[in-house]
């Protein structure tokens, strides 16, 4: 093999990596605001945690929206909670890594809320979270992505 062929796989091995650190230098930013949004949902579960709440109930309920003291972004939206997608992601993100199946989602929604939580509606939420790339399924389970 030549010296200038081998120059030549070279200069096309390296562009080739080029392309994909510029591939990657585009996500990049994406990559961040997404770790940045984990920190901040981590120094939220923290805060909570550190209040004095004793039980994971206790603190999956104050994630939610649904402890008994109001809290004042709720009194500021004219006392709506939290939608049915944001409801979702805070049990998956309080679920971590071992994620969550759709009976348990749905059960942990009820029990918080009291009522009843439409089976149908759930399944469109989740639908919509994964074709947003919010979320992702392993087997049975939904993950935060």
Known sequence: MSTVTQIEQLAGGLSNEVAELEKLLHR??????????QLSKLQEVAKIMSEGSDTDDDIL??????SAAPSR????????????????MTLLNAAGQRGME???????LEEATGGE????HLTTTLKRLLD?????????????A
């Open 73 to 88: 972004v709720s009194a500021a939206r004219k006392m709506r909670g939290p939608n049915l997608p944001a409801r979702v």
């Open 28 to 37: 990049l930013p994406d990559v961040i605001a997404k770790k940045r949004a």
């Open 102 to 108: 759709l009976r348990g989602i749905l059960g942990k």
């Open 117 to 120: 939580v439409n089976r149908s």
């Open 132 to 144: 947003r790339g919010k979320i992702e399924r392993i087997g049975d389970r939904f993950h935060v």
């Open 61 to 66: 309920q104050s994630l939610m929206g649904l």
